[in-house]
């Protein structure tokens, strides 16, 4: 049984609309993780649920009470970047909203597995 709403991606928030579009006139690296990102955007596009579920006892706190998050997902970028998003929709689209993409430390930090 296919799914054939509407799939869209967005930005959490301006903010971050703005951070990633400041990487594109940034340093080499910075331009690479943009086409990580992109590639990431193009593949929720076609499949929402690309991502690995993140149970939600792992969810940091701040994302639940700043985004009203009920659900979230975690996709991995190339060299040990973390993309983070949540599914919002209904009965017609699906939206990927991305909440936050950082390194794999970064990454372990927010989440908790690290200490430091």
């Not at 690479?32 to 990431?40: C, D, F, P």
């Not at 596009?45 to 939600?56: A, F, R, S, T, Y």
């Not at 009965?91 to 990454?107: A, D, G, N, P, R």
């Amino acid at each position: 049984m296919s799914d054939n709403r509407v799939k869209h991606v967005a930005f959490v928030d301006e903010k971050l609309l703005a951070t990633f579009s400041e990487l594109k006139s940034g340093k080499f690296e910075e331009k690479q993780l943009v086409s990580y990102i992109e590639r990431a955007i193009d593949d929720l596009k076609e499949n929402p649920l690309v991502g690995i579920v993140v149970p939600m006892k792992l969810c940091p706190r701040e994302y639940i009470a700043k985004f009203n998050v009920n659900n979230l997902r975690k996709y991995d970028l190339p060299n040990g970047w973390r993309l983070v998003y949540t599914l919002k929709g209904n009965q017609v689209e699906i939206i990927s909203v991305i909440l936050e993409w950082f390194s794999h430390k970064e990454y372990e930090k927010r989440f908790g597995y690290r200490v430091s």
